[in-house]
């Protein structure tokens, strides 16, 4: 049995995370480690369920990318369950809504596929292997220079 440091449940055939209610510097190795893990053990569907986060820093939506890089690596599905406004606009602004599949609620996140539906983790070949996979290089964002104040604009 593996142990996670976020709570895991399975819902058909997909691992679904709860995601902590901020994630910030403090505790985005710990998102993006339990992601990475369910990954690598095998998991063709993951879903991070960030309906409880009221509060993601981008060191957060970093550790969401990663995960998404090495679902696709290892061919498999990360789908994001956002519902907080505040929470998706980080998304937005930095990008990431267009990498990942993000999903208002739990509810509407899809479940296995048709093609994923060939057993559970354990049941499929190379389940439990290591992957070396990593994501390609840094996340770069593009954060806009601060608007000039009238006072500078009359200089």
């Known amino acids: 049995m593996y142990s996670f440091p976020l709570p895991v449940r399975y819902v058909d055939g997909c691992a679904v995370v709860a995601l902590p209610d901020e994630i910030d510097l403090a505790n985005a190795d710990i998102v ?15 879903v991070a369920d960030m309906t409880g986060t009221c509060f993601c820093g981008v ?3 970093r550790a969401v990318v990663r995960a998404h890089h090495r679902a696709q690596a290892v061919d498999a599905r990360l789908e994001v369950v956002i519902s907080h406004p505040a929470v ?3 998304f937005g602004i930095t990008g990431a809504d267009k990498l ?4 208002p609620t739990l509810s509407e996140a899809p479940a296995r596929s048709a093609e994923d539906s060939i057993g559970p983790a354990a049941d ?19 954060i806009p220079p601060p608007a000039p104040s009238p006072s500078e604009e009359q200089r």
């Open 32 to 46: 993006g480690d339990t992601l990475l893990a369910l990954l690598d053990r095998g998991e063709s569907c993951v």
């Open 59 to 61: 060191v957060g939506v």
């Open 88 to 90: 998706r606009k980080v």
């Open 124 to 142: 499929r070949p190379g389940a439990g292997r290591r992957h070396s996979v990593r994501p390609p290089g840094p996340i770069r964002l593009f």
């Open 100 to 103: 990942v599949r993000i999903y």
